[in-house]
């Protein structure tokens, strides 16, 4: 007699449980220990004072600095009917599109550079393109009130050169105020833009070389579409640095270049008007969010063009 086979059995399948291994739950434990430091900081650095901002900014001011308690859009209404914070306003984007502008335009040569080059001491030349952060902008800017004033440096060097009759006028100005921003924020855009030419490949450009493009039409087509995300990143942080830039305007505009941000310590120190100063910080932030908004539009257009318009829906 033959014996019948024995069916073998199906391997047997762990049921399906919906609690959380300790294992698991230990992890996010641990995960939110570790952000509430950082949450708190938040909390009490940003958070806290921004709230108390906004109250203040619905206060209205009475006589002698004192601040009458409501909630009122009074101030509102009387910083956005006055013409003078019109023109600080205008000023203040006139100043950020400038030195955005220039910063961009003398930091994207030597970012490049620097992306480029194989050589080994680019290190180095990287520590020396960024060196200028180790010194206060406040020590910079005196330095370029040496520099720029009457009787500086440049003035000094023009006359005795028989080029100039009389002094250029390089300081306490609009001039002087972009010139010394667009040094001090070199470094924050060659950082910026280092960081976002991660799409640039050398490949790329010989491929196009020798097709026969020209080397304008190589940096065209190839070489600047590549680095526009890190050029963008660069603008922004130059526009913001520049926005909120306190001691640069103050120092080189001497007293004659009216932005939000020194509007805003007259208004909360001198004046002792906390409702209006209030009121000045957040349009400021206002103008952030729009130009962070401006931002985000357009890194999803660069998106959008590099990895097309199926995955940049996605």
Known sequence: MTAEPVPEKAPSVPAKTDQVSPRRRGDARLALALLVPGLLALLLTYALPLVWVLRMSLNESGEGGTILQTVSLGTFADVLASAHYWNV??????????????TLLVSYPV???????????RSLLVALA????????VARTFGWMAILGTQGVINKTLDSAGLIDSPLHLANNLTGVVIASTEIYMPFAILAMISGFGRLDPALEHAAASLGAPRRTVFR?????????GVLTAALLVF??????????????????FVLATEIYDQAITALDWPV????????LAVFGVVIALYLWAQRVLEARFTGPREARS
């Open 240 to 257: 913001v640095l520049s926005l909120s830039g306190y001691v640069t305007p103050r120092l080189i505009g001497g007293g004659r270049v």
């Open 130 to 137: 960024v060196a200028p952060l180790l010194i206060s902008s």
């Open 221 to 229: 087509r190839v070489v600047l579409p590549l680095t526009l995300p």
């Open 89 to 102: 306003i205008g000023q203040t984007l006139e100043l950020g599109v400038l030195v955005t502008f220039f």
């Open 277 to 284: 100063a209030a009121v000045l910080s957040v349009l400021l």
């Open 111 to 121: 970012a490049l550079f620097l992306s480029r080059t194989t050589s080994r001491w």
